[in-house]
């Protein structure tokens, strides 16, 4: 009888330990497929990828709407097309280049939480403090007067934002190729590929946290850049059945950096 006791309990925990393993592959997957979906977006706006002098890019917008706006203050037509001329040739360069290669994008093959480190003064883990910083960050996101994000958002991102400075989720190991797509493949290390042409220094993705409806969430993505380490809050939607990218917003405006 004792025997068979045990072997029951037995069959109990180990369906226990095995249902709680699914579950979590489920979800972790379902991180990574959003991701997926909106990462590639998002680095082709990042400065520091190629892909971003692209016609329709991040740096290409941002060096064709300063050459615009240099050239109105100084009404010099000719000009104007001179550097939209030499504009279109770079990034021309850099279609050619990537027509038949990938970006190498060097990252972390953990998944971890955002762990949220207060600055000293400030600590958004305060709801008092955390009221004051929302009522700033919902101005910055529905009016952009600061122009930190390339439209304006919905302010639930900002309850996105305290649900990563509130999240107490666990890191976890993913396969890497999964979120290969556009342009870029990603590693731990370089590697010699014939297919890939330019390195994308990465640094750590952090899970993304999820409004109660499903239809927004909020991830963390973490690069070189030449403060040394940079970070950015990434900003996606449920759109017609698909995940997009939206925007992102720094880090160090939240936080200190870890």
Same mark, same amino acid.
């Given at each position: 009888?004792?025997?068979? *006791? ?19 592959? !489920?979800? %972790? ?35 064709? *709407? ?14 104007? #097309?001179?550097?939209? @001329? ?61 122009? !930190? ?30 979120? *290969? ?17 330019? #390195? ?30 940079? !970070? %950015?809050?990434?900003?996606? @939607? ?5 995940? !997009? ?14």
């Amino acid at each position: 009888m004792l025997e068979m *006791n045990m072997k029951k309990h037995l069959f109990y925990i180990i369906m226990f330990l095995t249902a709680g393993v699914h579950g979590q592959i !489920r979800n %972790d997957s379902f991180e990574v497929h959003v991701i997926k979906e909106t990462l590639f977006s998002y680095l082709n706006d990042n400065p520091n990828s190629a892909a971003s002098y692209l016609q329709g890019n991040g740096m290409y917008e941002i060096l064709y *709407n300063s050459i615009s706006f240099n050239n109105k203050l100084n009404s010099d037509t000719v000009e104007l #097309q001179k550097d939209i @001329e030499r504009l279109h040739v770079i990034s021309d360069s850099f279609a050619q280049l990537l027509s038949n290669k990938r970006i190498m994008v060097l990252v972390n093959d953990t998944i971890f939480p955002y762990n949220y480190m207060a600055k000293d003064y400030s600590n958004l883990k305060d709801e008092e403090e955390w009221k004051t910083k929302y009522a700033y960050l919902k101005n910055d996101f529905t009016l952009n007067e600061m122009v !930190r994000l390339k439209d304006t958002i919905s302010a639930e991102f900002v309850d996105l934002i305290k649900r990563q400075i509130d999240s107490q989720k666990a890191a976890y190991k993913i396969y890497l190729t999964n979120l *290969n797509k556009g342009y870029y493949v990603f590693a731990v290390q370089p590697k010699k590929n014939q297919d890939t042409t330019y #390195q994308f220094r990465g640094d750590k993705l952090y899970r993304p946290v999820f409004n109660k409806e499903f239809d927004k969430a909020c991830y963390l993505f973490s690069y070189s850049c030449r403060d040394g380490i940079c !970070r %950015d809050f990434i900003f996606i @939607e449920l759109r017609g059945g698909k995940w !997009r990218y939206l925007d992102s917003y720094p880090s160090h405006l939240i936080g200190k950096e870890d």
